[in-house]
């Protein structure tokens, strides 16, 4: 029997809006998984940390500010400089489809969804790319 996917569910920035994530939050615990979520205005400093000392098998970013071109990357640097790159990262919020392109490109998030995505859309997204023994 495999362990439980664990999630940390992240507000980085100064965003002070979180329904979303706690949404996304209760609905992936109701899927199975294990779910630890920050609260609002998470550094990544903290956001890394935390996703480290909770030992996660993914990051997801919930943002709404318009910050995700400087959240995300530096994110994924904490995460590669703390020798945590293992870790996965996603993310939703208002996010302009051409900036979805460029940071799934650029390596700053495995995935993007965007408001309208199904919560069984990302609980399926998440099974299918998270691996755990």
Avoid: C
Wanted: hydrophobic share 40%; charged share 25%.
């Amino acid at each position: 029997m495999s362990r439980r996917i664990r999630v940390l569910v992240a507000k980085p920035g100064l965003d002070g809006h979180d329904r979303g994530a706690r949404v996304i939050a209760r609905a992936l615990r109701d899927a199975g998984m294990e779910v630890v979520y920050t609260g609002l205005h998470q550094t990544p400093e903290q956001v890394v940390e935390a996703a480290i000392q909770e030992d996660v098998d993914v990051v997801g970013l919930s943002i709404l500010s318009g910050a995700h071109m400087t959240l995300f990357p530096r994110i994924k640097q904490l995460l590669a400089e703390n020798g945590a790159d293992d870790i996965m990262v996603m993310g939703g919020g208002t996010i302009p489809e051409e900036d979805v392109k460029e940071l799934k490109e650029g390596g700053w998030t495995e995935e993007i969804f965007t408001p309208g995505t199904t919560i069984e859309d990302i609980v399926a997204w998440i099974n299918s790319n998270v691996k755990v023994d």
